[in-house]
């Protein structure tokens, strides 16, 4: 079951903070974040594993949620470099190795 | 560079055609997938290899078929493939946990299969 990500889109200026949520209708061992930009391949941001942990990279962080199935990602004082789509990836409790990602969230960030 | 190196980058075959997409890494991982990337949709996990051993499908239709000879190298063979089949193909390595859980994903930079 792929997991379900909000906004599908988001435009910023520089210095304006963004987040995106995920979220998942099953009982996850994980959740990861990719950013890929255009023509290029994804690229991992973090993964998170335990309910409320928080994890950076940085001026990017992320929460997880367990109870809710709920992850967010918090883009902080965005710069140009963080233009492009955000992916998340939700592993499920019960099974391992199917790691499904939802449709992405475009972000654009402008001068 | 991410290690992960796929060929050809780009493939252009006829609904009759049998091809092979070809994926290798470089990392030492013990797990490699294969997702599909059309527009507008989500990456679809389709295939993959655990300790060399196939785990998931997801459903896959038979006309894909995966090979992993080796922790290294992962194939996708293409036969009498359909124009909806036309799409990025992404590989992807990771260090799975002792329980098979998915570790940091290193993604190719894919092949973009066009499908007449």
């Known amino acids: 079951q792929q997991p379900v990500q909000s906004p599908q889109a988001v435009i910023l200026r520089e210095g304006e903070d963004a987040v995106i949520n995920c979220s998942s209708s099953k009982a996850l061992y994980s959740v990861h974040w990719y950013r890929q930009k255009h023509g290029e391949a994804p690229v991992f941001l973090m993964i998170l594993l335990k309910g409320g942990e928080q994890k950076g990279h940085d001026k990017i962080s992320a929460s997880f949620n367990e109870k809710k199935q709920q992850s967010s990602l918090y883009l902080t004082a965005s710069q140009l470099s963080y233009s492009g789509t955000y992916f998340c990836?939700?592993?499920?409790?019960?099974?391992?190795?199917?790691?499904?990602f939802g449709a992405g969230t475009q972000v654009v960030v402008t001068p | 560079e991410t290690g992960v190196t796929q060929t050809p980058r780009h493939l252009v075959m006829g609904m009759t055609n049998k091809k092979s997409l070809k994926c290798e890494q470089h990392?030492?991982?013990?797990?490699m997938y294969w997702y599909k990337q059309s527009a507008k949709k989500p990456l679809e996990l389709m295939f993959v290899?655990?300790?060399?051993?196939?785990?998931e499908n997801n459903s896959v239709p038979s006309r894909f078929s995966p090979e992993c000879p080796n922790s290294s190298h992962l194939f996708l063979h293409l036969h009498t493939l359909q124009p909806e089949d036309s799409a990025l193909y992404l590989c992807?390595?990771?260090?799975?946990?002792?329980?098979?859980?998915?570790?940091?994903?290193?993604f190719g930079e894919g092949s973009r299969l066009t499908v007449l």
């Open positions: 990836g939700t592993e499920p409790g019960d099974s391992w190795g199917k790691l499904q």
């Open positions: 990392l030492g991982h013990n797990a």
């Open positions: 992807a390595s990771s260090q799975a946990t002792l329980g098979g859980h998915t570790g940091e994903l290193f």
């Open positions: 290899y655990n300790f060399k051993e196939q785990t």
